[in-house]
């Protein structure tokens, strides 16, 4: 049972090989069933193995860690300031970039429950948006593994395990050694998910 799962991944000291992993794209569309079937949205990105030689060879399931947006300047949260102290999800966007870094969760895999014919990288970004970003550049730092893919009996049990495997994501990013030194409340290295894109320092893990 999902209750039984642990809700905090990774040690207090910080990551283990072969985490962080980098992955970077622009936001396409999906399935279309993230909001309107489990009403947890996600942002696809393509899954590219020449950029990210890496996701041939992982386990396909759910896994954790930080998501960098630049958000157009007409989006309802594109940040007006350069930092944001008030929320637990929204963590310190870097003006000077245009990027806005969140908490995310992530499926990669075929999510056996639709029984998807091609492999997929979905992202649930930890924040409440008030429009979608179709086409914005987004990076992800992933930090752990958090379960296998699986199959459900049922909706209502997906949805249950998808709303943990949030929770499990909040819980183990909220340590000083799993967040962002760039956040100000962490020392974990996240500057390539804000610093300007150049050929040198694109996703190469």
């Given amino acids: 049972m999902s209750t039984a799962r642990p809700l905090i991944i990774g040690p207090s000291t910080g990551l ?12 396409i569309s999906g399935f279309g069933r993230g909001s309107k079937e489990l009403g947890i949205p996600t942002a696809n990105l393509p899954i590219d193995y020449n950029l990210t030689p890496w996701i041939a060879d992982i386990k396909s399931g759910v896994y954790f860690g930080w998501a960098s947006l630049r958000l157009p300047p007409s989006h309802p949260n594109q940040p007006t300031t350069s930092s944001d102290t008030t929320a637990t999800t929204t963590t310190a966007p870097e003006a000077h970039s245009g990027f806005s870094v969140y908490p995310m969760v992530m499926s990669i895999g075929y999510n056996k429950f639709y029984k998807n014919t091609m492999r997929s990288a979905e992202v649930h970004v930890l924040h409440e948006f008030g429009a979608d ?10 930090t752990g593994f958090i379960r296998e893919e699986k199959d459900y009996a049922n909706l209502e049990v997906l949805i249950e395990d998808i709303k943990l495997d949030c929770d499990v994501a909040r819980k183990s990013l909220d340590r000083e050694a799993w967040a962002l030194r760039e956040t100000g409340r962490g020392t974990l290295d996240g500057s390539w998910l804000v610093r300007e894109r150049t050929e040198q320092n694109r996703a190469v893990v």
């Fill in 133 to 142: 970003f179709y086409g914005v550049e987004m990076r992800l730092l992933i």
């Fill in 16 to 27: 283990k090989a072969p985490y962080p992993l980098q992955m970077e794209g622009k936001v």
